[in-house]
């Protein structure tokens, strides 16, 4: 039996259940919901954490905006601040036009 939570999309679960029809699959969500759910101090402190790293990098990036600057050249700004902050970031998708 395999269990997957509520959120992958439905190509993901129906892919798994053809590739390996011996398995049953099931919701996972008992088991990753109360998960999500609950958080000791320390997890609650790593997100505020990534939450002010994020912030303060987006803070640096409204300051960087000017006219003519790429998605692109934003998307580096606030990658770069990230990794200046303590941050391990993968990049930030930024869209306009």
Do not use: N, W, Y
């Amino acid at each position: 039996m395999i269990g997957i939570e509520e959120r992958p999309r439905f190509s993901i679960a129906d892919g798994i259940r053809k590739a390996a029809p011996h398995l049953i699959v099931a919701s996972g969500d008992p088991i990753s919901i109360p998960c999500r759910l609950i958080k000791s101090p320390a997890e609650i402190a790593l997100m505020q954490k990534a939450d002010d790293i994020t912030v303060a990098s987006l803070k640096v990036a409204i300051g960087k905006l000017k006219e003519g600057i790429t998605p692109g050249e934003l998307s580096s700004v606030i990658a770069a601040a990230h990794q200046q902050l303590g941050g391990d970031s993968d990049g930030a998708l930024c869209l306009f036009g």
